[in-house]
């Protein structure tokens, strides 16, 4: 017989035949983040937050948490029980005096005084009507049922599920009842011990399983349940008005003490608190709706509306120590559904694989990225840049001659005058021996059996090995990181350049060295690996001085490189060094300043060494200091738009590269 199969559509969860996350993707958006202006942290954060291409993000499943807050919070009203209570009391009371009243007798009349003047207060008038011999069978009905709704009501908002099992007023079924309640109260007693619980929550669910139907697979697990229940009961009494909490705490104590159940239901509730202190047993919890709530629905809607409210706060992840594995799945999926677990493992399984894949390191319990991470977001920085370039010029970095220097091309070629490359032997023996054989003759004297013979080189016969010679260069890229440049709009643009240059010396031009530095009211070396968090600083202050000393020492370590200067800012000198070391700011400019400034760029000029100023924005004295520095250097000033800054910028970069390279042949 051969095997039957069944094909439907898959609803187990993600689809497990699509194609996997890629992590790099998440850099290349976290790049984009990153380039956008935000820190490392605030764009991992923006990232699980907001999703990603393929990813639900964070903030959209508190968006539906919310939702499913506001309709449970519009689901009804907590007082439900206390108007069934009241509109039953009010039934039993009717129809006793409709028996009553025909009824010419004094104790008729008695009864109608004694039921005149009950307490308008449910609870009282409930339990002064304890011993009363009700007239009319209609009236003990719905008295009796008053008693019972409260008693299941009591019950059904402690345990879901156990209003079946008082139903039908079986004795056995309520002596079971107190019995299970007496053997759980000792189960969690001997757990509040420290002791081993294991075997006896199998026998004890093995005895009064039928009173849980959810089945809970661990005494934690049921202890959590109960806990949950018992924490939203107490929560709904402390909401209610002073007036509604007295007359349900006193229905509820009747109905408890009707049961024989008082005494055991609050050691119940002490257990509970005990070894669940950590849930929210206190604050008061509105529902607004129009709906009456019995007490099992009440609770349950404000054990979930505590549940949405710690699921909240997980997915805000906004304090200190978040991490997703914080995240309860069983919360989401109760809140949520399946579909709501697959995002939040998907966001977690990226945090993972982003650490797995070396793109992340965690550091004293936060994320950093990592020097992968940082590459790959340079060459996303470099691609903007490029994408804004009319022609690349990408990877000219050729000197078109050879040398004995060099790395080998592959390529020989024949020897001329004055090459000190390396010879090619085996190029060089071919050469010969086909320029004898072309001749007709071998070469003399014949060679003796069994000897090799020789072969005569001459000087058209040697072939060299081609290779090329790269030029080296030092660059040092000066950027302005004063509070001006947030405030005009340009550091982003300046971050994303900088990020760029070093993609682009790192990849292409790895014999380069590349020099980031910042300055503000100070001026600092950037290590590569700040570059993603760098951000404007908020003193005041353009210290350009300070900048060009810290190049000159940069390029002294690397005499043997040529120099390349790019300078970006927004401002005109506001800051120098004193004789002391100590900055010192001035607006408008000191003539200090500005001598100061004037004198490194004179070393600079002194050195032979032209600088390059990309000017941002429109400030005319900026315009007038910068024209004057290029004048007096040899340099340049160039003034692009903020998009274009990382263009001109490797443009000048490639250009100075090809420029040197045809004065040095």
């Given at each position: 017989m051969s095997d039957r199969f069944r094909y439907g559509a898959y609803a187990g969860g993600p689809d497990p035949l699509a194609e996997p996350y890629d992590p790099g993707r998440a850099v290349d958006e976290l790049g984009d983040r990153i380039l956008g202006g935000q820190g490392v942290r605030d764009a991992l954060r923006s990232l699980l937050h907001q999703g990603a291409d393929g990813l639900r993000g964070l903030d959209e499943l508190r968006r539906r948490v919310q939702q499913r807050r506001r309709s449970l919070e519009r689901s009804g009203r907590m007082d439900g029980v206390l108007e069934r209570a009241r509109e039953l009391l009010d039934r039993a009371l009717a129809a006793e005096q409709e028996a009553l009243f025909p009824d010419p007798s004094d104790d008729a009349r008695f009864r109608e005084a004694q039921l005149g003047e009950l307490p308008r207060d449910t609870a009282r008038a409930v339990r002064e009507l304890a011993d009363y011999d009700w007239r009319s069978p209609q009236a003990r009905e719905a008295y009796e049922q008053l008693r019972r709704m409260l008693a299941e009501e009591v019950l059904d908002q402690q345990f879901r599920g156990i209003r079946a099992a008082l139903q039908d007023q079986d004795p056995a079924a309520a002596q079971a009842l107190k019995d299970m309640l007496a053997d759980l109260n000792r189960l969690l007693e001997k757990r509040s011990r420290g002791q081993d619980t294991e075997r006896d929550f199998a026998d004890f669910m093995a005895a009064h399983g039928e009173f849980f139907p959810e089945q809970p697979q661990s005494l934690d697990e049921l202890l959590d349940e109960l806990a949950r229940r018992a924490a939203a009961m107490a929560r709904m009494l402390e909401s209610m008005t002073p007036e509604q909490r007295a007359e349900l705490s006193e229905l509820m104590s009747q109905a408890l003490g009707d049961l024989d159940l008082a005494a055991e239901m609050g050691r119940l509730g002490d257990n509970l608190r005990a070894l669940r202190p950590d849930l929210p047993w206190s604050g008061r919890q509105r529902l607004r709706g129009d709906r009456p709530l019995g007490l099992g629905d009440a609770t349950e809607a404000l054990a979930e509306l505590a549940d949405l409210d710690a699921l909240g706060d997980a997915l805000a992840q906004d304090y200190p120590g978040a991490a997703l594995a914080d995240i309860d799945e069983e919360q989401v999926r109760r809140a949520l559904g399946r579909a709501a677990?697959?995002?939040?493992?998907?966001?977690?399984?990226?945090?993972?694989?982003?650490?797995?894949?070396?793109?992340?390191?965690?550091?004293?319990?936060?994320?950093?990225?990592?020097?992968?991470?940082i590459r790959r977001i340079g060459q996303t920085a470099l691609r903007r840049v490029f994408a804004s370039l009319e022609g690349t010029g990408r990877g000219e970095h050729d000197v078109p001659d050879a040398g004995a220097t060099g790395e080998l091309t592959g390529t020989s070629?024949?020897?001329?005058?004055?090459?000190?490359?390396?010879?090619?032997?085996?190029g060089t023996v071919r050469n010969a021996i086909l320029r004898t054989a072309q001749r007709g003759a071998l070469p003399r004297p014949a060679p003796a059996a069994g000897s090799p013979g020789r072969v005569q080189l001459a000087a058209e016969d040697i072939e060299v090995r081609e290779t090329e010679r790269r030029t080296r260069?030092?660059?040092?890229?000066?950027?302005?990181?004063?509070?001006?440049?947030?405030?005009?709009?340009?550091?982003?643009?300046?971050?994303?350049?900088?990020?760029?240059?070093?993609?682009?010396?790192?990849?292409?031009?790895?014999?380069?060295?590349?020099?980031?530095?910042?300055?503000?009211?100070?001026?600092?070396?950037?290590?590569?690996?700040?570059?993603?968090?760098?951000?404007?600083?908020?003193?005041?202050?353009?210290?350009?001085?300070?900048?060009?000393?810290?190049?000159?020492?940069?390029?002294?370590?690397?005499?043997?490189?040529?120099?390349?200067v790019l300078v970006v800012t927004d401002g005109e000198p506001t800051a120098h060094l004193d004789a002391d070391g100590e900055w010192w700011f001035s607006w408008p400019p000191t003539a200090e300043t500005v001598a100061l400034t004037v004198a490194e760029v004179d070393r600079m000029t002194s050195r032979g060494i032209p600088l390059s100023f990309f000017r941002l924005g429109d400030d005319p004295r900026l315009a007038e200091f910068l024209d004057a520095m290029a004048r007096r250097n040899g340099g340049r000033v160039l003034a692009p738009d903020g998009e274009r800054l990382g263009g001109y910028v490797v443009q000048d970069y490639l250009r100075a590269r090809r420029g040197r390279r045809r004065t040095r042949r």
């Open positions: 677990v697959d995002d939040v493992r998907a966001l977690q399984q990226l945090e993972r694989s982003l650490e797995e894949q070396g793109y992340l390191v965690r550091s004293r319990g936060d994320l950093t990225l990592s020097p992968k991470a070629r024949r020897w001329a005058f004055g090459d000190e490359a390396p010879w090619d032997p085996v260069a030092a660059v040092a890229l000066l950027v302005d990181q004063s509070f001006s440049m947030v405030m005009n709009d340009t550091w982003r643009a300046a971050k994303t350049t900088a990020m760029a240059l070093h993609a682009l010396a790192s990849s292409q031009f790895p014999a380069d060295a590349i020099e980031i530095i910042a300055f503000a009211n100070l001026a600092r070396r950037i290590a590569p690996h700040e570059l993603p968090d760098l951000d404007a600083n908020e003193v005041q202050g353009t210290n350009l001085q300070h900048a060009l000393m810290l190049a000159g020492r940069f390029l002294d370590r690397h005499r043997d490189a040529e120099p390349v």
